[in-house]
């Protein structure tokens, strides 16, 4: 559904993201990992078409970003960590707007039901501005699943939510996964990525650094023994010290 | 504590001035900043290099008779500004605005509240100070008064007033709405003398006010005399002397009357510090909230988004029409930006203007001839207005890209067309300017034919009205386009939001863009001219009069060609905008 091949992006002298390439499945999770810097949010960015990569093709459910972007982008949904949202639209309008966008005939139902699954139904007449940050994100979330994406990228997602929130948002991607989406979340929490994800892509200065699951990245680092967690892998990876200093 | 805080200010003010200067290493802003500086040198500093004799040697100071009335009319300015926050409570309550880095840091420091309101007041000085200037250079130039220093300290001892008065408002009204009745017991005193106040503008209107002088035989000397001689009757004297105090040192004619007048005008100065001094309200909480407030307005800003930062709390507005759920994709944005707009309401009363404006002139234009200024002011200035529309109209109303590029992450991942988005986004300031031209029209067609002698008859009002109406939107699009595109090609040079960014290359930018604007506004408009003016003469000799709006609607296909080619340029243009490399913020 997601198909990566040799994704560059260059910013003037800077690569950004050099010649990546990955697949992700329908059904499957992909954390996207890697140290600040690393280029998860330039490849969320040139995967949803935000930006255009200097080099390399990407392909959504079959169709070229390239070629052919608007088939491309109907089948996504991108939920960055920072909610962005029109000032003047109200919780409903934002979702009739997208829903008008995305051409979903019949949005009534489905957006009562976000609503209610996301504690936004009180919120509906309330533009942005009266909304805490989590309902923001919330309602970001709302309009992204509105058209039933086949492909979703989470950024940061647990970003500014409560318990509760966290827990229904991991439900939401895991429930998304079921039913066939696949899906990217690029995180810094690692327990969440090993929670979530069936496999783990690791960036490092824009570079693949390893890709996998998890069995098969512990079983590439063959000096750590024992129970090892994901945060254990990375630093390894990333050449960090268990407490976190560089290692030369 | 005070040399702290003067610490802290005169760092802050050096390092903003010199992030404003590692900025003119960008070679946008150093263009801009020398547009700027140039507009500055031609506009008020020419005279004063070019022929500093002339600008200095030669003042034309006020005429000696002049001056009492010029002293009265500021006075009376100061007494409604002192007004003001009563009648409309909320004006001027920056005074006690804290920024949350100030919060937290002073506000759990051991510092009596009297020092932070001091804090308050250094700060406030900045500018104050350059408040002064600005007024010397803009309205002054040195021209007008003998001294220009004494200008200055009597303009400083008015900021200064203006704003202790306000922070003094402010605390009271605070005060009140904190303590209720036991506040009115609180501000006992200062509430007597507004009592006082209001009672003495009530008797001195109703029974201090002498007729005015006959209109057909009185001159301007004869109606300053009026003046005078009414705001120097009964209570208004005294309602005038401390302001009239405050404003008076601009005016004297040497260094002794300077100072004599000077201590007049510190004393209510120092009423006034000690008022607010005295002014005991614990006004932490609502700083606190203010900072909030303003920290929502400053991440706002800061992230791009504007209008946020202008507007804090902005209201839910009803939808212009219902949006369907299906249809073309840029209709959705041309609906929400209609609702972003915030000009709807202004739109839902429209037919009721135009019913009342019909209602005016029908009435006016049966009282005969002796009433023909009414129709000749509303016509002129509907005509004036509707020429103005076209040529700020795409400048002033912002709802397009010039907005919708600060979410540019958002519109990215639409499945829609680069064109779609364009299109959509240059709709709505043109139906908004598009309305309210054809309203100016309508009001114009019906009332400016009773000029003079000029009489047209109702069909060739008509003609004129309806040519109009086909040409003035597509003008309009074809300058809202313009603006899109200047927004899509140079995204760093062009205003994004509905902000006035400030400072020198702020204003470069906003020249150059306006001459850019007007160079592609003709550019484009040449050959919608051309193929108006040859269907106008080839057709008047066979339809006379007729052919102007068939002319005019054909100049109107024309532009709206004009356009769409540009849009579909656009969309292209907009489908490889690279975020990364040009978007704003950048």
């Given at each position: 559904?997601?198909?990566?091949?040799?994704?560059?992006?260059?910013?003037?002298?800077?690569?950004?993201?050099?010649?990546?390439?990955?697949?992700?499945?329908?059904?499957?999770?992909?954390?996207l990992v890697?140290?600040n810097?690393?280029?998860k949010t330039?490849?969320l960015r040139?995967?949803v078409?935000i930006?255009?990569?200097?080099?390399?093709?990407?392909?959504?459910?079959?169709?070229?970003?390239?070629?052919?972007?608007?088939?491309?982008?109907?089948?996504?949904a991108f939920l960055p960590d920072e909610p962005r949202l029109f000032d003047y639209l109200t919780v409903k309008e934002h979702l009739r707007f997208t829903?008008?966008?995305?051409?979903?005939?019949?949005?009534?139902?489905?957006a009562?039901t976000l609503l209610a699954e996301l504690e936004l139904r009180e919120k509906a007449d309330a533009l942005p501005a009266e909304l805490s940050r989590g309902m923001k994100q919330k309602l970001v979330i709302a309009c992204g699943l509105l058209?039933?994406p086949?492909?979703l990228l989470f950024d940061e997602p647990l970003t500014g939510l409560d318990p509760i929130g966290i827990r229904r948002m991991k439900s939401t991607i895991l429930k998304r996964?079921?039913?066939?989406?696949?899906i990217i979340v690029s995180s810094h929490l690692l327990h969440l990525v090993?929670e979530i994800?069936?496999?783990?892509?690791?960036?490092?200065?824009?570079?693949?650094?390893?890709?996998?699951?998890?069995?098969?990245?512990?079983?590439?680092?063959?000096?750590?023994?024992?129970?090892?967690?994901?945060?254990?892998?990375?630093?390894?990876?990333?050449?960090?010290?268990?407490?976190?200093?560089?290692?030369? | 504590?005070?040399?702290?805080?003067?610490?802290?200010?005169?760092?802050?003010?050096?390092?903003?001035?010199?992030?404003?200067?590692?900025?003119?290493?960008?070679?946008?802003?150093?263009?801009?900043?020398?547009?700027?500086?140039?507009?500055?040198?031609?506009?008020?500093?020419?005279?004063?290099?070019?022929?500093?004799?002339?600008?200095?040697?030669?003042?034309?100071?006020?005429?000696?008779?002049?001056?009492?009335?010029?002293?009265?009319?500021?006075?009376?300015?100061?007494?409604?500004?002192?007004?003001?926050?009563?009648?409309?409570?909320?004006?001027?309550?920056?005074?006690?605005?804290f920024t949350e880095a100030?919060i937290q840091?002073?506000?759990?420091?051991?510092?009596?509240?009297?020092?932070?309101?001091?804090?308050?007041?250094?700060?406030?000085?900045?500018?104050?100070?350059?408040?002064?200037?600005?007024?010397?250079?803009?309205?002054?130039?040195?021209?007008?008064?003998?001294?220009?220093?004494?200008?200055?300290?009597?303009?400083?001892?008015?900021?200064?007033?203006?704003?202790?008065?306000?922070?003094?408002?402010?605390?009271?009204?605070?005060?009140?709405?904190?303590?209720?009745?036991?506040?009115?017991?609180?501000?006992?005193?200062?509430?007597?003398?507004?009592?006082?106040?209001?009672?003495?503008?009530?008797?001195?209107?109703?029974?201090?006010?002498?007729?005015?002088?006959?209109?057909?035989?009185?001159?301007?000397?004869?109606?300053?005399?009026?003046?005078?001689?009414?705001?120097?009757?009964?209570?208004?004297?005294?309602?005038?002397?401390?302001?009239?105090?405050?404003?008076?040192?601009?005016?004297?004619?040497?260094?002794?009357?300077?100072?004599?007048?000077?201590?007049?005008?510190?004393?209510?100065?120092?009423?006034?510090?000690?008022?607010?001094?005295?002014?005991?309200?614990?006004?932490?909480e609502?700083s606190l909230e203010k900072a909030r407030r303003m920290a929502i307005r400053l991440e706002a800003a800061r992230s791009g988004n504007w209008r946020r930062a202008r507007r804090a709390a902005p209201k839910a507005?009803?939808?212009?029409?219902?949006?369907?759920?299906?249809?073309?994709?840029?209709?959705?944005?041309?609906?929400k930006?209609?609702i972003s707009?915030?000009?709807?309401?202004?739109?839902?009363?429209?037919?009721?203007?135009?019913?009342?404006?019909?209602?005016?002139?029908?009435?006016?234009?049966?009282?005969?001839?002796?009433?023909?200024?009414?129709?000749?002011?509303?016509?002129?200035?509907?005509?004036?207005?509707?020429?103005?529309?076209?040529?700020?109209?795409?400048?002033?109303?912002?709802?397009?890209?010039?907005n919708d590029?600060l979410q540019i992450d958002l519109l990215k991942t639409?499945?829609?067309?680069?064109?779609?988005?364009?299109?959509?986004?240059?709709?709505?300031?043109?139906?908004?300017?598009?309305?309210?031209?054809?309203?100016?029209?309508?009001?114009?067609?019906?009332?400016?034919?009773?000029?003079?002698?000029?009489?047209?008859?109702?069909?060739?009002?008509?003609?004129?009205?309806?040519?109009?109406?086909?040409?003035?939107?597509?003008?309009?699009?074809?300058?809202?386009?313009?603006?899109?595109?200047?927004?899509?090609?140079?995204?760093?040079?062009?205003?994004?939001g509905?902000s006035?960014?400030?400072?020198?290359?702020?204003?470069?930018?906003?020249?150059?863009?306006?001459?850019?604007?007007?160079?592609?506004?003709?550019?484009?408009?040449?050959?919608?001219?051309?193929?108006?003016?040859?269907?106008?003469?080839?057709?008047?000799?066979?339809?006379?009069?007729?052919?102007?709006?068939?002319?005019?609607?054909?100049?109107?296909?024309?532009?709206?060609?004009?356009?769409?080619?540009?849009?579909?340029?656009?969309?292209?243009?907009?489908?490889?905008?690279?975020v990364?490399?040009?978007g704003p913020g950048?």
């Open positions: 559904m997601i198909e990566a091949e040799g994704l560059t992006k260059i910013y003037g002298s800077l690569a950004a993201v050099s010649d990546l390439s990955f697949r992700v499945e329908g059904g499957e999770v992909l954390g890697g140290p810097g690393a280029g330039t490849t040139c995967l078409g930006i255009p990569p200097t080099r390399g093709e990407i392909r959504i459910c079959g169709h070229s970003l390239g070629q052919e972007p608007l088939a491309a982008k109907r089948n996504i829903a008008r966008i995305y051409g979903v005939r019949d949005f009534q139902t489905p009562e058209h039933s086949r492909v996964a079921r039913e066939g989406a696949a090993e994800c069936d496999r783990v892509l690791i960036l490092n200065q824009g570079r693949k650094i390893i890709h996998g699951t998890l069995e098969e990245i512990q079983r590439s680092l063959p000096d750590l023994r024992g129970d090892i967690s994901l945060e254990d892998m990375f630093l390894r990876i990333t050449g960090h010290a268990e407490d976190g200093t560089e290692m030369k | 504590m005070i040399g702290t805080f003067f610490y802290y200010l005169v760092r802050t003010s050096r390092n903003r001035a010199v992030s404003a200067l590692k900025r003119l290493r960008q070679p946008k802003y150093l263009i801009s900043a020398l547009a700027g500086l140039g507009y500055l040198y031609l506009v008020f500093f020419r005279q004063f290099l070019s022929h500093p004799k002339a600008a200095r040697g030669m003042p034309v100071p006020l005429d000696v008779d002049v001056i009492p009335l010029v002293e009265t009319g500021l006075a009376l300015v100061l007494l409604v500004l002192v007004l003001l926050p009563w009648i409309w409570p909320g004006r001027g309550r920056e005074g006690l605005r100030e840091f002073l506000f759990p420091a051991p510092i009596l509240r009297r020092t932070l309101i001091h804090f308050r007041l250094i700060r406030m000085q900045l500018s104050i100070l350059f408040g002064v200037l600005i007024s010397l250079v803009v309205f002054g130039r040195g021209r007008f008064l003998d001294h220009p220093i004494y200008a200055m300290v009597a303009l400083w001892l008015v900021y200064s007033f203006l704003a202790l008065y306000y922070m003094g408002t402010n605390l009271t009204q605070m005060s009140l709405a904190e303590h209720g009745v036991s506040g009115f017991k609180r501000q006992f005193w200062t509430l007597t003398l507004l009592a006082v106040v209001v009672v003495s503008i009530g008797v001195w209107l109703k029974w201090f006010i002498p007729p005015l002088p006959a209109t057909e035989t009185a001159g301007l000397s004869d109606f300053s005399a009026w003046f005078v001689r009414t705001t120097g009757s009964g209570p208004a004297y005294y309602l005038l002397l401390p302001f009239q105090a405050l404003v008076r040192p601009a005016f004297s004619p040497d260094a002794a009357a300077f100072l004599l007048r000077l201590f007049p005008a510190l004393g209510v100065l120092f009423l006034a510090y000690l008022w607010v001094m005295r002014t005991d309200v614990s006004f932490e609502a507005r009803r939808p212009p029409f219902q949006l369907a759920p299906v249809g073309f994709a840029h209709t959705a944005i041309f609906w930006n209609l707009a915030g000009r709807l309401a202004a739109l839902r009363v429209l037919p009721v203007v135009v019913m009342l404006v019909i209602v005016l002139t029908t009435m006016t234009l049966r009282q005969g001839s002796r009433h023909e200024l009414l129709p000749m002011v509303i016509g002129s200035v509907a005509v004036a207005m509707a020429g103005a529309l076209v040529l700020i109209g795409p400048i002033a109303v912002r709802d397009d890209l010039r590029l639409y499945p829609i067309s680069g064109w779609g988005v364009v299109l959509g986004e240059v709709l709505a300031p043109t139906a908004i300017l598009a309305v309210m031209e054809w309203l100016l029209v309508l009001v114009a067609a019906l009332v400016l034919p009773s000029l003079g002698k000029i009489h047209p008859t109702v069909s060739q009002r008509l003609l004129v009205g309806l040519s109009a109406a086909f040409l003035l939107p597509c003008f309009s699009l074809i300058g809202v386009v313009l603006q899109n595109a200047f927004a899509l090609l140079w995204p760093g040079w062009v205003e994004l509905k006035r960014r400030q400072g020198i290359e702020a204003m470069g930018q906003r020249l150059i863009t306006m001459v850019a604007t007007v160079l592609a506004f003709v550019l484009a408009d040449i050959p919608a001219g051309l193929v108006f003016a040859a269907v106008f003469f080839l057709g008047f000799w066979l339809l006379g009069l007729t052919v102007l709006p068939i002319a005019a609607l054909v100049a109107a296909l024309v532009l709206l060609g004009e356009a769409g080619l540009a849009i579909f340029w656009l969309g292209r243009l907009y489908d490889k905008f690279d990364s490399l040009e950048r």
